[in-house]
T-cell receptor, first 114, second 116 residues
Framework: KAGVTQTPRYLIKTRGQQVTLSCSPI?????VSWYQQTPGQGLQFLFE???????NKGNFPGRFSGRQFSNSRSEMNVSTLELGDSALYLCASSPSPDRVHEQFFGPGTRLTVL | AQSVTQLGSHVSVSEGALVLLRCNYSSSVPPYLFWYVQYPNQGLQLLLK??????LVKGINGFEAEFKKSETSFHLTKPSAHMSDAAEYFC??????????????FGGGTRVLVKP
């Protein structure tokens, strides 16, 4: 069974641009969560999607948004990039929102903002 | 709000020595508890988890952790460190309520260095 895949793996953008990251969950998993990992703030929850609906949201500005498609694939978008958005963005998938103990993480997308 | 504290951002151990990584959580209701490992430029790999039942949990690569409710702790141990254990380790918790969904709250991480 293929794991969680994230594309692209590496990305370089400049301040003010926007970026879209993609996450394909494990087959049969319908819940997708996103996390930001930075040296200063550590691992922080961004949001969770299930059945194309955002179920939960972390404490991030509105520049961070996401969506989920009918095939459970998810994208997250960051608009008006700032230097502080440089981070490893991790996606995790689970069969459903009440199965946190069956959640698996992808390899992440490393975003560098110049 | 939940919080997770990992004591020590860096730990150095000799190969063959005991690895002990400490984790304490803040919730009055025992949450689900997890330990993850992260190797450079990779995602998070689950080492072990506590959901219910036996409080001593065994995981992959010889790691184990014990849930102690009275101490609100979930410390990770490995009797004998191997060079391949050099990585960053994260303790995480999730509330046992439906509204929490699959949200994990992570500790700050502990980077383990293994000396030959």
């Amino acid at each position: 069974k293929a794991g969680v895949t994230q594309t692209p793996r590496y990305l370089i953008k400049t301040r003010g641009q926007q970026v879209t990251l993609s996450c394909s969950p494990i087959s049969g998993h319908r819940s997708v969560s996103w996390y930001q990992q930075t040296p200063g703030q550590g691992l922080q929850f961004l949001f969770e999607y299930f059945s194309e609906t955002q179920r939960n949201k972390g404490n991030f500005p509105g520049r961070f948004s996401g969506r989920q498609f009918s095939n459970s694939r998810s994208e997250m978008n960051v608009s008006t990039l700032e230097l502080g958005d440089s981070a490893l963005y991790l996606c995790a998938s689970s069969p459903s929102p009440d199965r946190v103990h069956e959640q698996f993480f992808g390899p992440g997308t490393r975003l560098t903002v110049l | 709000a939940q919080s997770v504290t990992q004591l020590g951002s860096h730990v150095s151990v000799s190969e063959g020595a005991l690895v002990l990584l400490r984790c304490n959580y803040s919730s009055s209701v025992p949450p689900y508890l997890f330990w993850y490992v992260q190797y450079p430029n990779q995602g998070l790999q689950l080492l072990l988890k506590y959901t219910t039942g036996a409080t001593l949990v065994k995981g992959i690569n010889g790691f184990e952790a014990e849930f102690k409710k009275s101490e609100t702790s979930f410390h990770l141990t490995k009797p004998s460190a191997h060079m391949s254990d050099a990585a960053e380790y994260f303790c995480a918790v999730s509330d046992r309520i439906k509204a929490a969904g699959n949200k994990l709250t992570f500790g700050g991480g502990t980077r383990v260095l293994v000396k030959p």
